[in-house]
């Protein structure tokens, strides 16, 4: 096994170097990072924006004047927010106040700021109407919760006068609400959508990844067939070693790339959520309450950091099957120019597996039958995901993540056996018959 990859290292160094030290690379990688670290910044600081920011910042409400248009005396509000527990409604002050609605604006006019409470009754009932002073600026939610607790201790007042005794008073100015929950359903959904757009997400990085460097490797690959250099570099190396080499140097130098892109983004969020916390002085961070909502879901599985690390090293190994399976086409051609002709060997099957795995995910509702994560290319698409949003245990992960990397040795291997044969090719153009003899050679 020495001899069959003897000078893998100095293959796989020189062309890891060539890519990353370009400039091209250097660019791409820091530009590309700098724009997702900060779209994710500005987005955390939109997330943790407190909804109280956004809302009316008007005065609260401390002084109400309250006039009486009906045959009922004027309650002690005070009293009944006391009974009822009301802290910031018995914090008011109500002033009684002689005469009619119209009566008792003439006197407040001067003042200019101001909220009277007028006490009527029409053919419906007792009404309770709040007229705003000129220079009033009061917040809104203030004045809702001061009308409701006015109408609602206005009418315990009438059961007052019917002799009811304080307790039972109490219990009529106990605020009676409703609503609708289905709290286990709408968890259960919450978590199906979780996985649904985990796999999604990783199936379409998984996807576009292969598609950026799919056909680098490919010519990378073909790039010496046809120059005399080539006999020189086997004496050195051996085409097991070349090709090997040149695959995973670049799927090393796209992995380093995305691994930057992956950090860029956790900056991003981090420290958008902690600027967010201090700018906005809140204590709650947007990012732990996720992760215990997360945590809650999935407490019967294997959701937790070493499944999240499981998962990425599944997504990176899915990412560098699909790219060894590119440079496989790369082994097919005679010469650099025929590497585009060669996409289909690893496009075609990537384009059904993602094809498969999208209308799989639609069709079981993220829930995929455990073989498709046991197949290496479709494996590649699902099992990132499912470790990460705990569709599948860490054991069937880590059993699909070992599968993955024995079909990318064999397929490293199928790569330089059809490489090495291509070299001493006579034809232009080899056959399914000659790339089969190449494989199966000794």
Avoid at 29 to 56: N, W
Avoid at 317 to 324: E, N, S, T
Wanted: aromatic share 12%.
């Amino acid at each position: 096994m020495n001899n069959m990859f003897r000078g893998f290292t100095s293959v796989f160094g020189f062309n890891f170097r060539n890519h990353t030290q370009s400039s091209k690379y250097r660019v791409v990688t820091v530009a590309f990072a700098l724009f997702l670290m900060l779209g994710f910044f500005i987005m955390m600081m939109f997330i943790g924006k407190p909804d109280e920011l956004d809302e009316d910042t008007g005065n609260m409400v401390t002084k109400v004047y309250v006039c009486n248009e009906n045959d009922m005396n004027i309650p002690s509000y005070e009293k009944f927010a006391e009974m009822a527990g009301d802290e910031e409604t018995a914090a008011i002050e109500f002033e009684k106040m002689d005469g009619t609605a119209k009566e008792c604006v003439d006197k407040l006019t001067k003042d200019g700021d101001y909220i009277l409470a007028v006490q009527t009754k029409n053919e419906d009932g007792y009404m309770i109407q709040l007229i705003l002073g000129p220079l009033s600026d009061y917040n809104d939610e203030s004045l809702n919760h001061l009308g409701m607790s006015m109408a609602n201790y206005y009418r315990g007042y009438l059961y007052q006068m019917t002799g009811l005794d304080e307790d039972t008073l109490l219990q009529v100015l106990l605020p009676v609400g409703s609503f609708v929950s289905e709290f286990e359903e709408e968890e259960d959904d919450g978590k199906e959508i979780f996985r649904i757009i985990c796999a999604f997400a990783i199936v379409m990085v998984v996807y576009f990844i292969v598609m950026i460097y799919g056909m680098q490797v490919c010519s990378d690959v073909s790039l010496e067939k046809t120059s005399k250099l080539t006999e020189q570099l086997l004496i050195s190396v051996t085409p097991y070693a070349l090709v090997s080499g040149k695959i995973m140097a670049v799927i090393a130098s796209s992995m380093v790339q995305f691994i930057i892109w992956v950090c860029a983004i956790i900056i991003g969020l981090f420290g958008g959520d902690r600027i967010a916390m201090s700018l906005y002085e809140v204590d709650s961070s947007i990012l732990s309450s996720a992760w215990g909502v997360l945590k809650g879901w999935f407490a019967e599985s294997d959701f937790g950091i070493p499944a999240i690390i499981l998962g990425v090293i599944a997504c990176l190994i899915g990412m560098a099957l699909f790219l060894i399976l590119s440079g496989v086409g790369g082994s097919c051609v005679a010469k650099p120019e025929e590497a585009a002709n060669m996409q289909g060997i690893y496009m075609i099957p990537m384009m059904i597996c993602y094809f498969v795995v999208i209308f799989g995910l639609v069709k079981y509702e993220g829930f995929m039958p455990l073989a498709y994560y046991l197949i290496p290319f479709t494996g590649a698409f699902l099992t990132p995901g499912a470790l990460i949003s705990g569709g599948i245990s860490i054991a069937m992960g880590i059993l699909s993540i070992i599968i993955s990397i024995v079909c990318c040795i064999v397929l490293m291997i199928i790569a330089a056996k059809i490489y090495k044969g291509m070299l001493f090719f006579n034809s232009t153009k080899a056959k399914p018959k000659d790339i089969l003899q190449f494989i199966f050679s000794k």
